[in-house]
């Protein structure tokens, strides 16, 4: 097969690779009702991958003697703007402030994306199954939590004269 051929291959691959580890962090916030599920996160992780690509591979047939380029501005540029969408899942409403765990949790799967897109694949699953074990293991409602392992219950009466 032809080795321009085969290159976008990977390049698909690697997307892919980018979509499965994101669903499943995305799968995790959806299996608890939270804002960003499934869907949101396949499409920050991939379009994280398709950036990091497009920074290592994209300018090639510019490069020379005279023209440099710098792949981490794009890496750097992926994580300012990344910081918007996360900044829009934060809630503060009477004195409780909710979505950080989410909002950090697609930070985490814009740093997935980028190792998928840069060919990084075990440091992608890596941080996946990180990412997906503090979520699941060690939140309010988590395995690992003092909240998690007990009920409570709340019992209010009401008298009428």
Not at 57 to 69: A, H, P, Q, S
Not at 117 to 145: D, H, P
Request: a positive charge; hydrophobic letters at 45%; glycine letters at 14%.
């Amino acid at each position: 097969m032809n080795e321009f051929i085969m290159e976008q291959w990977i390049f698909v691959a690697r997307l892919l690779g980018a979509a499965v580890c994101g669903g499943l962090i995305g799968y995790e916030r959806q299996s608890r009702k939270k804002t960003a599920g499934v869907r949101t996160h396949v499409i920050i992780s991939v379009a994280a991958a398709t950036m990091m690509i497009i920074s290592k591979y994209g300018f090639n047939d510019v490069l020379g003697e005279y023209v440099r380029l710098d792949p981490s501005r794009v890496a750097a540029g992926i994580v300012t703007a990344v910081g918007f969408i996360g900044s829009g899942i934060i809630f503060f409403r009477n004195n409780n402030v909710s979505g950080i765990t989410t909002s950090a949790g697609i930070w985490a799967t814009v740093g997935v994306g980028m190792a998928m897109g840069c060919g990084m694949y075990v440091l992608g699953c890596a941080s996946t199954g990180i990412v997906m074990i503090a979520e699941a293991f060690l939140g309010k409602i988590g395995r690992f939590s003092k909240k998690g392992s007990r009920n409570q219950e709340a019992v209010e009466e009401v008298k009428l004269d």
